[in-house]
């Protein structure tokens, strides 16, 4: 599967699950993921999903350059402690460092 492919599948799935006309439940039980740049990270506070380029932490979603650029200003306006925004901020930049050239954003 590739990360197009995956991305859609999340796209979808990520409808379903706000009730989006459109949306369907995603099965990846017999999905090959071994050249997908897919990365889930279970936060203090939130789940980050990472595939493509595109980063979505609970419910917002962005490019990882849109996210490095307004984490801060995003952690917030959402509440989030002093602790959390470190933390967050910690994943983006690990993701920036490790995966984002695989979609070929830097």
């Known amino acids: 599967m590739t ?3 995956l991305k859609v599948i999340l796209e979808l799935h990520d ?11 995603a ?3 017999d999905a090959d993921l ?6 889930k ?3 203090s506070r939130h789940e980050l999903q990472y595939c493509g ?3 979505l932490i609970g419910c917002i979603k962005h490019t990882i ?3 490095l650029d307004k984490y801060g200003v995003i952690g917030k306006e959402n509440k989030y402690t002093q602790k959390e925004i470190r933390e967050y901020g910690v994943y983006l930049n690990m993701i920036k460092d490790n995966f984002s050239h695989c979609a070929g954003r830097e």
């Open 3 to 5: 990360d197009i492919e």
């Open 15 to 25: 409808k379903w699950l706000k009730d989006i006309d459109g949306g369907k439940c």
């Open 27 to 29: 099965n990846l039980s």
């Open 34 to 39: 071994s050249d997908a740049n897919y990365i």
């Open 41 to 43: 990270i279970i936060g």
């Open 53 to 55: 380029g595109i980063v």
């Open 65 to 67: 350059g849109e996210w």
